[in-house]
Nanobody, 127 residues
């Protein structure tokens, strides 16, 4: 199993920045593709970004492209989400998750493909 713990959330003014961290422990971190999801009140959980096991391939939902950057440090077994130019619509609980997609896939985009989840961290962008 993998245990995931998010940190770094908070309240930030529109246009500001935050960096989320996801610390992993347990089984080999490098065997998992990782992702960041978010869920706003009354809305379904959606993927924000995903990253391959080695970190060389990434995916972003259109709404965050050019503003958010996903990365991972396999030596520190930690994943990050750098969020710049935050908007009020980015307000949500952010979750990190770990998946083991088939070898032909670099990452997973669907929540059901992820096996392990963190507890979530609140991000609030104020207008």
């Amino acid at each position: 199993q993998v245990q995931l713990v998010e940190s770094g959330g908070g309240l930030v003014q529109a246009g500001g920045s935050l960096r989320l961290s996801c610390a992993a422990s347990g089984r080999a971190f490098t065997s998992y593709a990782m992702g960041w999801f978010r869920q706003a009140p009354g809305k379904e959980r959606e993927i924000v970004a995903a990253i391959s096991r080695t970190g060389d391939t990434t995916y972003y939902v259109n709404s965050v492209k050019g503003r958010f950057t996903i990365s991972r440090d396999n030596a520190k077994t930690t994943m990050y989400l750098q969020m710049n130019s935050l908007k009020p619509e980015d307000t949500a609980v952010y979750y990190c998750a770990a998946a083991q997609p088939p070898p032909r896939y670099s990452y997973s985009e669907e929540a059901y493909e992820y096996d392990y989840w963190g507890q979530g961290t609140q991000v609030t962008g104020s207008s």
